[in-house]
């Protein structure tokens, strides 16, 4: 670092856990970049400062994790479509002052769905289990996508229905009863997960009975502690293609990378940055 170093970060409550510093690090060094990145405890009280700190130390880039990803939208100046339909924001580039939010989470478990499982999502019947924060992003996203049929479950049904009817504007979700996955469950390409369910330290537990899915379809699955979910493992020992959901997180930040720099994420080091940082 010299007195030309391009500031980066990661604000949120907690944050002592995150993988960002080493993933984003690496990324930088390998690239070539004269830029440092930082995690910074931000309680929700000060989150109006912290933004206010972005700019005045002329910080390039800041990431935003939990609780602030929605909060931090009154202190931008402009919200990238895609992170208005997320409703959330976890990635800020600063253009000269202007402080412009995205979201990369829905894009990025996209990215990674697609490199590392199901290359085509065009055509494909989808159905993603849960409503809360993260499902909103990614159902726009697997909506850009184009395909033939995006199902949506919650165990609190009325949630999946609202969730379905706040995007009924610009394209079709079908809201399913949860008493009804298993028939939507065996007639879909692809099935994801992104409610807590198999989580750690409940790492037994699953959402659906994966052997719902029929051989050949993909579970997904977007918790990565574990790396692999019983959902996962079991649907793989059914003759599924697993997916669990360490990808997003990589590609989440190779997105915010390549808004910032205006290069490509070099994905292969941050990915293994990351796996050497949990032994
Ligand atoms: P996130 O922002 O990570 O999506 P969230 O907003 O708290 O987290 O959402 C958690 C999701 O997991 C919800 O869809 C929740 O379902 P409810 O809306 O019915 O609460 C789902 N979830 C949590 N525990 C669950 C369980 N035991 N069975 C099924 N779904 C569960």
């Not at 959902?231 to 930040?253: K, N, P, S, T, W």
């Amino acid at each position: 670092m010299d007195s030309y170093t391009v500031l980066y970060g990661v604000i949120g409550d907690p944050i002592r856990h995150s993988k960002s510093p080493v993933m984003l690090n690496r990324a930088f060094r390998e690239a070539g970049i004269n830029g440092a990145y930082a995690a910074f405890h931000v309680t929700p009280d000060t989150l109006g400062e912290a933004i206010a700190g972005i700019r005045a130390l002329d910080f390039r880039g800041l990431n935003v994790t939990i609780p602030h990803k929605i909060e931090v939208m009154k202190y931008l100046d402009d919200i990238h479509p895609g992170a208005k339909a997320a409703g959330a924001v976890n990635t800020i580039v600063n253009e000269g002052g202007r402080l412009i939010g995205y979201n990369t989470d829905g894009i990025g478990y996209v990215r990674s769905l697609k490199e590392e499982a199901e290359p085509s999502l065009a055509g494909r019947r989808i159905v993603v289990l849960g409503a809360g924060g993260a499902s909103r992003g990614i159902l726009w996203a697997l909506a850009q996508e184009n395909p033939a049929k995006l199902m949506l479950a919650n165990r609190t049904e009325e949630k999946a229905r609202e969730l379905a009817g706040a995007f009924a504007s610009e394209f079709e979700i079908e809201p399913v009863a949860w008493t009804d996955l298993r028939e939507a469950c065996g007639s879909a390409d692809v099935v994801i997960n992104t409610t807590s369910v198999g989580m750690s330290p409940n790492a037994d537990a699953t959402p659906i009975d994966p052997s719902w899915l029929k051989p050949g379809a993909v579970a997904s699955d977007l918790i990565y502690n574990p790396l692999k979910t019983k959902f996962v493992r079991d649907a793989e020992a059914g003759g599924c293609r697993g997916h669990g959901g360490l990808g997003m997180f990589i590609y989440q930040g190779a997105y915010a990378f390549e808004y910032w720099t205006g290069q490509a994420a070099p994905v292969g080091v941050m990915r293994e940055a990351v796996m050497a940082s949990f032994t």
